[in-house]
């Protein structure tokens, strides 16, 4: 929808353009009627009648069959009403009057796209990305030859397009979207190779693993990561990621299991911070503030950007009630990363204990709206990544279920 409101937008804008253009210099007597018809198109346009500025348009072509500039007025909203076949032959008598009538050519590759046809389309769009100013045609041509290159073979092409959307137009819905389509083709065709070519892998088990764990099927991700270390012993990141799991089942004794897990990963790879910090928060769960002081502190130290390791600091500074130095700390954890939901909670716990209560409501606000934001993009990623479909009973998942992180 947002897509097709931009095309609309974008549609309407040039046409409105190009209909003020219509009347060439030099032009003789049927001007009148001429400029009535452009009036009456121009109207139309801004008040969202294109099936009454196509008319008009008709009507100027009527009096004047070789005005390029009202050929690729109506060229532009018969491919704007999704008339693509109509806005080629539209386009190509344009381009046959005018050749260096370059919205026309832009507009023609776009329509092009619309039926599918790639290989004319894409050295039109190509040329025209390169070229054009960052804008709106410009980006609409990029995506459209976003859509054509995700399709070929080499995908080197796409991925420079994906990048150059993305460093012109940051954070664009579409572009993010279209880039996640590419990036997710890449990922499953190189997951189906993977499996086809070395089904014994460990590889091949820490990525069924991975798509367990996404479906929380806790007990088959486990299995599977264990099955990894079986065949690679030395493979980081599995005992945490099974140590996670345990935490997360919630099983009895499970601190200690996932404790054994952690422990593992660190003789695995000693600079896993975050092994460090599950332990820490292991450690404050069971009230033992000084066990998990120094694990918060060398998760901090293998890891500066460790956000939550300087918030598991702040905790233990409550917990000792020292509020004002923790306040102080949890204030600087915030100026620097608002969007840490943890800090935001625990400086509410301190205003609390200050009896600062507007300013303890207003944490607890924000930390609602920060974790309600939360769940949203992680139920969003969840849908985008599963697909819907539900976990198999083998021990390898097939390579159509395979989704990436």
């Given at each position: 929808?947002?897509?097709?409101?931009?095309?609309?937008?974008?549609?309407?804008?040039?046409?409105?353009?190009?209909?003020?253009?219509?009347?060439?210099?030099?032009?003789?007597?049927?001007?009148?009627?001429?400029?009535q018809h452009i009036r009456k198109a121009e109207q139309a346009?801004?008040?969202?009648?294109?099936?009454?500025?196509?008319?008009?348009?008709?009507?100027?072509?009527?009096?004047?069959?070789?005005?390029?500039?009202?050929?690729?007025?109506?060229?532009?909203?018969?491919?704007?009403?999704?008339?693509?076949?109509?806005?080629?032959?539209?386009?190509?008598?344009?381009?046959?009057?005018?050749?260096?009538?370059?919205?026309?050519?832009?507009?023609?590759?776009?329509?092009?796209?619309?039926?599918?046809?790639?290989?004319?389309?894409?050295?039109?769009?190509?040329?025209?990305?390169?070229?054009?100013?960052?804008?709106?045609?410009?980006?609409?041509?990029?995506?459209?030859?976003?859509?054509?290159?995700?399709?070929?073979?080499?995908?080197?092409?796409?991925?420079?397009?994906?990048?150059?959307?993305?460093?012109?137009?940051?954070?664009?819905?579409?572009?993010?979207?279209?880039?996640?389509?590419?990036?997710?083709?890449?990922?499953?065709?190189?997951?189906?190779?993977?499996?086809?070519?070395?089904?014994?892998?460990?590889?091949?088990?820490?990525?069924?693993?991975?798509?367990?764990?996404?479906?929380?099927?806790?007990?088959?991700?486990?299995?599977?990561?264990?099955?990894?270390?079986?065949?690679?012993?030395?493979?980081?990141?599995?005992?945490?990621?099974?140590?996670?799991?345990?935490?997360?089942?919630?099983?009895?004794?499970?601190?200690?299991?996932?404790?054994?897990?952690?422990?593992?990963?660190?003789?695995?790879?000693?600079?896993?911070?975050?092994?460090?910090?599950?332990?820490?928060?292991?450690?404050?769960?069971?009230?033992?503030?000084?066990?998990?002081?120094?694990?918060?502190?060398?998760?901090?130290?293998?890891?500066?950007?460790?956000?939550?390791?300087?918030?598991?600091?702040?905790?233990?500074?409550?917990?000792?009630?020292?509020?004002?130095?923790?306040?102080?700390?949890?204030?600087?954890?915030?100026?620097?990363?608002?969007?840490?939901?943890?800090?935001?909670?625990?400086?509410?716990?301190?205003?609390?204990?200050?009896?600062?209560?507007?300013?303890?409501?207003?944490?607890?606000?924000t930390f609602n709206r920060l974790q309600s934001e939360s769940?949203?993009?992680?139920?969003?990623?969840?849908?985008?990544?599963?697909?819907?479909?539900?976990?198999?009973?083998?021990?390898?998942?097939?390579?159509?279920?395979?989704s990436p992180r």
């Amino acid at each position: 929808m947002r897509t097709r409101w931009a095309r609309r937008n974008l549609v309407v804008s040039l046409a409105v353009v190009l209909v003020a253009s219509c009347i060439l210099p030099g032009q003789t007597s049927p001007a009148n009627s001429l400029q009535q018809h452009i009036r009456k198109a121009e109207q139309a346009l801004r008040s969202g009648d294109m099936a009454g500025a196509e008319r008009e348009y008709n009507e100027i072509l009527k009096l004047d069959p070789q005005n390029s500039q009202a050929l690729t007025g109506l060229g532009i909203l018969l491919y704007g009403a999704g008339k693509a076949e109509e806005a080629i032959q539209t386009l190509e008598s344009a381009l046959k009057n005018d050749p260096s009538e370059k919205r026309a050519e832009i507009f023609l590759g776009l329509s092009e796209t619309q039926l599918g046809r790639c290989a004319q389309a894409v050295p039109i769009l190509s040329r025209y990305f390169e070229s054009e100013p960052a804008g709106k045609l410009q980006r609409i041509t990029g995506l459209a030859l976003l859509g054509c290159a995700s399709g070929a073979d080499d995908p080197l092409p796409a991925l420079h397009v994906a990048q150059r959307l993305k460093q012109l137009y940051p954070g664009d819905a579409d572009v993010l979207y279209d880039s996640a389509e590419l990036y997710t083709r890449l990922w499953n065709e190189s997951a189906g190779e993977l499996m086809a070519r070395h089904p014994d892998s460990y590889r091949v088990h820490q990525l069924a693993g991975e798509v367990y764990e996404a479906k929380n099927d806790y007990d088959q991700a486990i299995r599977e990561y264990s099955l990894a270390l079986q065949n690679n012993p030395k493979l980081p990141e599995m005992h945490y990621r099974i140590g996670q799991l345990y935490l997360h089942q919630g099983a009895e004794e499970v601190d200690e299991k996932a404790m054994e897990e952690f422990r593992k990963e660190k003789e695995i790879n000693p600079k896993s911070a975050v092994s460090d910090l599950a332990m820490a928060d292991i450690e404050m769960h069971r009230h033992n503030l000084d066990q998990a002081k120094p694990l918060f502190q060398e998760a901090a130290r293998l890891d500066p950007d460790l956000v939550e390791a300087r918030v598991g600091l702040a905790k233990i500074l409550l917990e000792r009630h020292e509020t004002d130095a923790a306040v102080l700390e949890l204030r600087a954890i915030i100026a620097a990363h608002p969007e840490v939901a943890a800090a935001h909670y625990s400086l509410m716990r301190a205003y609390r204990e200050q009896k600062k209560m507007p300013e303890a409501a207003a944490e607890m606000a924000t930390f609602n709206r920060l974790q309600s934001e939360s769940a949203d993009k992680f139920q969003s990623k969840m849908n985008a990544l599963l697909k819907g479909k539900p976990a198999g009973e083998q021990t390898k998942a097939p390579a159509e279920e395979i989704s990436p992180r």
